[in-house]
């Protein structure tokens, strides 16, 4: 069950810069929530210092995050 949970946040932030990409700043702002919520099932690990970093970079972009 961890190894799903763990691809949560990586699904959020892809939606989330889709959803940025296409305008759309409002579902992109709920998908980076999503994300950094589900960031706890991530492993302490490279991959998961990436994801992490990934989800706060894009956050950094959004007007509200």
Known sequence: VRS???LYPALHLNL???LFRS???PA???QIHL????SDGLTPDSHGEK???AIESLAA???VA
């Open 51 to 53: 994801i992490r970093g």
């Open 28 to 30: 992109a702002s709920r």
């Open 61 to 63: 972009r959004l007007p």
């Open 35 to 38: 994300a950094r919520q589900a």
């Open 4 to 6: 799903v949970l763990s």
């Open 23 to 25: 305008g759309d700043v």
């Open 16 to 18: 989330a810069d889709a």
